[in-house]
């Protein structure tokens, strides 16, 4: 694990998680397929967890004047269950035939749902939707479900708070704040199943810094670009993730990865 290959998409792989923390949502979820192309997908889960925690603390302050309270006051106890229900229905959907396909299709399929309404069906000059309980408990448990399985909260969570046209900083400091919360309470659940240990902790350390030059380099870019153009940009990278996502379900390994490995054989 520590050749120089590890260390190129470790980087990689950190820094792309930062971005995400500092306002670019789904940039993180392409983390895990880098770092598998030099290791195994699960313990690569494990090993950028603890970056994702670094990272979300410097997100935090980066975002601590930008956030929606009454989202927040939706999503978090909603993502704090679907952790929950995560840690207690993994073992079991892990006992069945292509259970893991299942929900990474159905994340998937959910962001290119969602791509495809807020590509022809939204009026993007339209009224704001406004952030309702029911809604934003489904969304928000089903981000923090899948968040735990493989990292891809995104795709949910986008689908319910999108429409909602938050300022892109609100926006970006609710997203950070929100999976900062969900990120710490899976630390327990990953040690329990083995997927974080004393070495890929010391790892994590050694990427951490890549990660918080990141989440500064995220920041400064949402700062850059127009409200049009992030949405414009947060919307294209969850179709890509969601793709990804859907490849892998139907065919077994994620396109993104297949292509990279081509691209380095």
């Given at each position: 694990?520590?050749?120089?290959e590890?260390?190129?998409?470790?980087v990689?792989?950190?820094?792309?998680?930062?971005?995400?923390k500092?306002?670019?949502a789904?940039?993180?979820?392409?983390?895990?397929?880098?770092?598998?192309?030099?290791?195994d997908?699960?313990?690569?889960?494990?090993?950028?967890?603890?970056?994702?925690?670094?990272s979300?603390?410097f997100?935090?302050?980066a975002?601590?004047?930008?956030f929606?309270?009454?989202?927040?006051?939706?999503?978090?106890?909603a993502?704090?269950?679907?952790v929950?229900?995560?840690w207690?229905?993994?073992?079991t959907?892990?006992?069945?035939?292509?259970?893991e396909?299942v929900i990474?299709?159905?994340v998937?399929?959910?962001?290119?749902?969602?791509?495809?309404?807020?590509?022809?069906?939204h009026?993007p000059?339209?009224p704001?939707v406004e952030?309702?309980?029911?809604?934003g408990?489904?969304?928000?448990?089903?981000?923090g479900?899948?968040?735990?399985?493989?990292?891809?909260?995104?795709?949910?969570?986008?689908?319910?708070?999108q429409?909602l046209?938050?300022?892109?900083?609100?926006?970006?400091?609710t997203?950070?704040i929100l999976?900062?919360?969900?990120?710490?309470?899976?630390?327990?659940?990953?040690?329990?199943t083995?997927?974080i240990?004393?070495?890929?902790?010391?790892?994590?350390?050694?990427?951490?810094?890549?990660?918080i030059a990141?989440?500064?380099?995220?920041?400064?870019?949402?700062?850059?670009?127009?409200?049009?153009?992030?949405?414009?940009v947060?919307?294209?990278?969850?179709?890509?993730?969601s793709l990804?996502l859907?490849?892998?379900?139907?065919?077994?390994?994620?396109?993104?990865?297949?292509l990279?490995?081509g691209?380095?054989?």
């Amino acid at each position: 694990m520590q050749g120089w290959e590890f260390w190129i998409t470790g980087v990689i792989g950190a820094v792309l998680v930062g971005i995400s923390k500092g306002g670019w949502a789904a940039v993180g979820t392409l983390a895990v397929p880098v770092l598998s192309l030099v290791m195994d997908p699960l313990l690569a889960a494990g090993l950028i967890l603890p970056v994702f925690v670094v990272s979300d603390w410097f997100g935090l302050y980066a975002y601590r004047h930008s956030f929606d309270r009454r989202v927040l006051a939706i999503l978090i106890p909603a993502g704090l269950i679907g952790v929950g229900l995560g840690w207690a229905l993994i073992p079991t959907i892990d006992a069945l035939p292509g259970g893991e396909r299942v929900i990474t299709g159905l994340v998937g399929a959910i962001g290119v749902i969602f791509f495809l309404y807020m590509t022809f069906r939204h009026d993007p000059h339209g009224p704001a939707v406004e952030p309702r309980l029911g809604p934003g408990l489904f969304w928000g448990a089903l981000a923090g479900f899948t968040s735990y399985v493989s990292h891809s909260g995104a795709p949910p969570y986008q689908t319910y708070v999108q429409p909602l046209r938050l300022d892109r900083l609100a926006f970006a400091g609710t997203t950070t704040i929100l999976f900062a919360i969900v990120n710490a309470a899976k630390l327990v659940p990953y040690s329990f199943t083995g997927q974080i240990s004393l070495d890929s902790v010391k790892t994590a350390a050694v990427l951490a810094p890549a990660a918080i030059a990141g989440v500064f380099l995220g920041k400064s870019m949402v700062r850059w670009v127009s409200q049009k153009t992030f949405y414009t940009v947060i919307t294209w990278a969850l179709l890509i993730v969601s793709l990804d996502l859907m490849g892998k379900a139907i065919f077994g390994v994620e396109p993104l990865l297949a292509l990279a490995r081509g691209f380095t054989a």
